[in-house]
């Protein structure tokens, strides 16, 4: 029961450097999510795909970029890393019809140096 | 504004009691769904208990219930007969079924409990 998983699970980065965090997502589900959590402020949400081949920003959209490369994954990609986004983030899926909650990745603790 | 609003940063409960953890929402869509999901020290986020706006009655699943007041636009999650393994962050959440698939989250409750 693989579910949504993400990696890597933790990384260290200096600030400017780049990475991308992948999440893959077994469940055919249509939407698919990235949160990054700080304490005291809950999930918010990066950015998401409401289906394969669409991306919308979310709450928190700058300095992020993500793909949906296909139905199973949706990457986000730091292109300059900032001791701002030092994160927990969140990879999500969601079956896209209603009703239906939305399932979670384990997590990737970033710390930007 | 805010979508979700949740007032009680940390909360503490004697075991064996129940507990109330407060949850109002603002939208102006008329279809949507509220969460509750738990965390805990873990990390992982743990789906607890839904609650569709047109449901007429309080949702349940086991020691979890959903106080839905719809005019207050408050969804207060109930737990009963609190364990010490529901010591955890807790979050509300909504999704707006009309203006796209977005899911928003609270800030979070800390609960605590004691044996």
């Known amino acids: 029961n693989a579910g949504v998983t993400q990696t890597p699970k933790f990384q260290v980065l200096k600030t400017g450097q780049s990475m991308t965090l992948q999440c893959a997502q077994d469940?055919?589900?249509?939407?698919m999510y990235w949160y990054r959590q700080d304490p005291g402020m809950g999930l918010r949400l990066i950015y998401y795909?409401?289906?394969?081949?669409?991306?919308d920003k979310g709450e928190v959209p700058n300095g992020y970029n993500v793909s949906r490369l296909n139905k199973r994954e949706f990457s986000l990609r730091l292109e300059s890393a900032a001791p701002s986004q030092t994160s927990v983030y969140f990879c999500?899926?969601?079956?896209?019809?209603?009703?239906?909650?939305?399932?979670f990745g384990e997590g990737s603790w970033l710390t930007v140096v | 504004a805010q979508k979700i609003t949740q007032t009680q940063p940390g909360m503490f409960v004697q075991e064996k009691e129940a507990v109330t953890l407060d949850c109002t929402y603002d939208t102006s869509d008329p279809s949507y769904g509220l969460f509750w999901y738990k965390q805990p020290s873990s990390g992982e986020m743990i789906f607890l208990i839904y609650q569709g706006s047109y449901d007429q009655q309080n949702a349940t699943e086991g020691r979890y219930s959903l106080n839905f007041q719809k005019a207050r636009k408050s969804a207060n999650l109930v737990i009963s007969a609190s364990q010490l393994g529901d010591s955890a962050m807790y979050f509300c959440a909504m999704r707006e079924l009309s203006y796209g698939n977005q899911f928003y989250f609270g800030t979070g409750t800390s609960l605590t409990v004691i044996p």
């Open positions: 469940m055919n589900h249509n939407s």
């Open positions: 795909s409401a289906s394969e081949g669409t991306t």
């Open positions: 999500a899926s969601q079956p896209g019809s209603s009703g239906n909650t939305i399932y």
